[in-house]
């Protein structure tokens, strides 16, 4: 596929850092670096980590590995992880496309965001199935079209109070409610919104979903209803953010398939978290997809400030060549690069060491046989609530019964009638 219709303008402005570039060299045996600004790790007050499991075996974080943790490192995660990852990926989803990329973020949620704010342009439209998950639609309701407090800290001119005066943040894009059932989203009422749309360039290009024990009205949905939405967005050329951390919580075997499974596009991108099987504390998601779009969102994490000082630097030079303040209708010029930030640099190495020395450990069997304990966990804490649910509430209220997810957030309740 060719993505460049679909990445916005502020994240095709995003380029590699230069800094970041080298981290690979860092590698080779007897490399002393004078770029990125490590600290010498014989400094470090730390010898080792021990951690003891539940079932009393005992896991060791030292040499190579903590070195690895307690450094800055790659910015798409260490590379250890990354392969067991993919490994995992392969053998649980097999997708069509091999050529695959993975990035590990602070949490699937920094990974979904990162992704939004490359794919969107102000004034786009987004398809989002309703309900939608409450953190995501937070943030895309709360995205500023113009961020005027973060210029003012740049610019600190008297120039701002014009700013200000003339120009409001707006919303970045508008939210296209999809229908959904028991089921998930509705094949017809995706269809509805896209075949009657005004026009080819305002059509929406992205669409967000949780197919499994989504949040919070817990349904999920079957393969024949996925199969019919990727082909509605490959009609429509649409670009299907896979949000499914409560994918290894099923309760019924084996496992409905993923998008990523049969995306002979390569037009899903698929966010996998380690909140609920392992720890959520830890902070650790991963994102699969092309290798041009796992690239910018790793752009999104370590680069971008550069790119807004410059457009400033050029707003200054350009009041002082012509002597006045510039005229609103030239301002736009220099107002879209002030939103480019450097987020995060990379995800904790400390959380990936912790999680990369348990799946080790594990190997991938071991990870299937915990997480098949995890869902048999929530599927008892299910049933438990669903007799609660059929002793009190039949007759005043009606629901689907989940078949993934955290019990306590997967029930969706409806008063009979509505």
């Known amino acids: 596929m060719d993505y460049t219709h679909f990445i916005s ?59 690895d943790a307690l450094q800055y490192g790659p910015t798409a995660g260490l590379p250890a992880l990354r392969s067991w990852l993919r490994e995992l990926q392969i053998m649980e989803h097999n997708p069509p496309h091999k050529n695959f990329e993975i990035s590990v ?6 990974l979904i965001t990162k992704a939004l704010e490359m794919f969107i342009t102000p004034g786009d439209n987004v398809l989002v199935e309703n309900p939608a998950y409450t953190g995501i639609v937070s943030f895309l309701r709360t ?13 600190q001119t008297n120039f701002l109070i014009d700013l200000h005066t003339h120009f409001s943040p707006r919303l970045a894009c508008l939210l296209l409610d999809v229908a959904t059932d028991a089921d998930g989203i509705v094949p017809l009422s995706l269809e509805h919104v896209l075949s009657t749309w005004h026009d080819l360039v305002s059509i929406p290009k992205i669409l967000y979903t949780v197919p499994t024990g989504s949040n ?45 499974s049969f995306d002979v596009d390569a037009r899903v991108l698929r966010f996998d978290s380690m909140s609920k099987i392992l720890s959520a504390g830890m902070r650790l998601g991963w994102v699969t997809g092309p290798k041009q779009l796992i690239e910018r969102i790793d752009f999104h994490t370590s680069v971008g400030a550069k790119i807004a000082v410059r457009r400033v630097v050029e707003y200054r030079e350009e009041k002082h060549r012509v002597g006045r303040n510039i005229l609103l209708t030239d301002q736009h010029r220099y107002m879209p690069t ?29 990870f299937f046989a915990h997480v098949d304990k995890v869902s048999r966990f929530y599927e008892e804490k299910r049933d438990v609530f669903l007799r609660c649910a059929e002793r009190r509430l039949k007759g005043l209220a009606e629901w689907a019964v989940p078949t993934a997810g955290e019990y306590g957030e997967s029930l ?4 009979d009638g509505e």
């Open 9 to 67: 303008e502020r994240s095709k402005q995003r380029v590699v850092s230069p800094i970041r570039a080298l981290n690979p060299l860092l590698g080779i045996p007897g490399m002393i670096t004078l770029g990125a600004g490590n600290p010498n790790p014989t400094t470090f007050p730390y010898e080792s980590f021990q951690l003891t499991l539940k079932n009393g075996e005992k896991l060791s974080i030292e040499g190579k590995l903590l070195e």
């Open 105 to 110: 973020g602070t949490g699937s949620q920094d």
């Open 143 to 155: 995205l500023p079209f113009l961020c005027t407090h973060t210029l003012a800290t740049i610019l």
């Open 216 to 260: 919070p009205t817990g349904v999920s949905a079957p393969l024949k209803r996925k199969r019919e939405v990727y082909e509605i967005a490959r009609r429509y050329n649409i670009i299907i953010l896979e949000d499914d951390p409560y994918y290894y919580l099923q309760f019924t075997k084996p496992r409905t398939p993923s998008y990523l």
């Open 338 to 366: 002030v939103l480019l930030y450097v987020s995060n640099l990379q995800p904790s190495s400390i959380s990936q060491a912790i999680a990369l020395a348990l799946l080790t450990h594990w190997g991938h069997t071991g």
């Open 412 to 415: 969706w309740l409806c008063r």
